[in-house]
């Protein structure tokens, strides 16, 4: 089962989107919780561990995947 860290809106404001690899993108924002966090998986920390280095994951709360509390994005189509 995958962890993960929980950030506020101004650490990802300050984590920003980065590109780590040819069409791989790191999006803080793409996980914002009904509480206002943002997740960031254990995995992405250890793999963009210097990059991600603004925050200090290892203050910040861990969850696990069944404690994910995702907040609905509505789905807008053009037409």
Same mark, same amino acid.
């Given at each position: @089962?995958e962890?993960?860290? $929980?950030i506020t $809106?101004a650490?990802a404001? %300050?984590?920003?989107?980065i @590109?780590?690899?040819?069409n791989?993108?790191f999006?803080p924002f793409?996980?914002?919780q009904?509480?206002?966090?943002?997740?960031?998986?254990?995995? @992405?920390v %250890?793999? %963009? $561990?210097t *990059?991600?280095?603004?925050?200090d994951f290892t203050k910040r709360? /861990?969850? *696990?995947?069944?404690?994910?509390? *995702? /907040?609905e994005t509505?789905?807008?189509t053009k037409g």
């Open positions: @089962m962890n993960f860290y $929980k $809106k650490q404001s %300050l984590l920003g989107k @590109m780590y690899a040819a791989h993108q999006d793409c996980s914002e009904k509480d206002g966090t943002y997740l960031v998986s254990e995995k @992405m %250890l793999l %963009l $561990k *990059t991600l280095s603004k925050v709360p /861990k969850i *696990t995947e069944a404690e994910k509390d *995702t /907040k509505p789905i807008v």
